[in-house]
């Protein structure tokens, strides 16, 4: 409880701030977006993980302010990454399941990208699997009507739910990203690399891109890529970092 009243205003406080992991183009190592991760600077207990205090904010409530706040932040900074003549970075947003069965995401998001001027195609709501599992009738009816305006959906975590790759094929998504407790033992567990393959394969002859994430060794980044796995981020690759550093990184990728 008292994390929870500590949390209640830490935005308006400034305690609470965004960081960007970037994300590649596994082909050609081409920074393609990056993930925005929400911190807490907390005045006493120093940095609180999101693993602590989402989970907080989904069971209070308190998810549907922060998320309006983290995705209307997370479109400014996005804005800031444009470069003449290239395509624009894309910002990939956590969507709690709270937030997402709230009923008014699909407002929040339209004024976000109105509020700040980005194009819809440059966002993408990254949403859990176990989030959409629940009702997939009503799931996947919210999820058309987010991809109706332009926003790209990506499944997080994925492989860690129980319906896998059946599911792909009635709830419409853009995106999976492959959840990195497979990508961990990609070199050592046969099952985990034959597994991660066949996600690749069934998520391309459906036209779904696939991340994976939790990329930490360049030997995983390899097989990832012979694959044919699309994008792919991880601490080898790139830490989360704040926004200006994230501009910059861009910036000097174009
Ligand atoms: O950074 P870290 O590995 O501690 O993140 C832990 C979890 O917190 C991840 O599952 C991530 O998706 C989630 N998370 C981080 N930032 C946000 C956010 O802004 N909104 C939501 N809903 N989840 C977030
Ligand atoms: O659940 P979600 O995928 O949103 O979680 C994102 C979290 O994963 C972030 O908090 C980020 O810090 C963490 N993360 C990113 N790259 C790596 C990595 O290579 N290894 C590990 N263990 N965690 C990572
Ligand atoms: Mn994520
Ligand atoms: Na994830």
């Not at 030997?219 to 981020?233: I, K, N």
Request: with cysteine.
């Amino acid at each position: 409880v008292q994390l929870e009243e500590e949390l209640r205003g830490a935005w308006e406080r400034g305690e609470l701030s965004l960081h960007y992991q970037p994300i590649y183009r596994l082909a050609d190592g081409r920074p393609m977006g990056a993930e925005a991760l929400c911190r807490w600077e907390h005045p006493r207990l120093g940095v609180v993980p999101p693993s602590v205090f989402i989970e907080v904010a989904e069971q209070s409530g308190l998810i549907e302010a922060l998320g309006r706040h983290v995705l209307v932040q997370a479109c400014q900074d996005a804005a800031t990454w444009k470069q003449p003549g290239m395509e624009p970075p894309f910002v990939s947003v956590n969507i709690s399941p709270r937030q997402l069965r709230s009923g008014d995401l699909p407002d929040v998001v339209a004024s976000a990208l109105q509020a700040t001027g980005v194009a819809p195609q440059q966002l993408h709501l990254e949403l859990t699997e176990t989030a959409v599992l629940g009702d997939e009738a009503q799931a996947s009816a919210l999820l058309s009507r987010l991809r109706a305006t332009g926003v790209k959906v990506w499944l997080d975590d994925f492989g860690t739910g129980f319906s896998g790759l059946s599911h792909l094929r009635r709830v419409p998504v853009d995106g999976v990203k492959i959840d990195r407790s497979f990508v961990a033992d990609v070199l050592r567990d046969p099952d985990d690399l034959a597994l991660t393959s066949a996600i690749i394969a069934m998520a391309h002859s459906l036209g779904i891109t696939v991340v994976a994430e939790g990329i930490e060794a360049e030997g995983q980044y390899a097989v990832l890529r012979e694959r044919g796995c699309d994008q792919g981020q991880g601490f080898w690759l790139g830490r989360p970092m704040p926004a200006n550093d994230m501009r910059r990184a861009f910036r000097d990728a174009s």
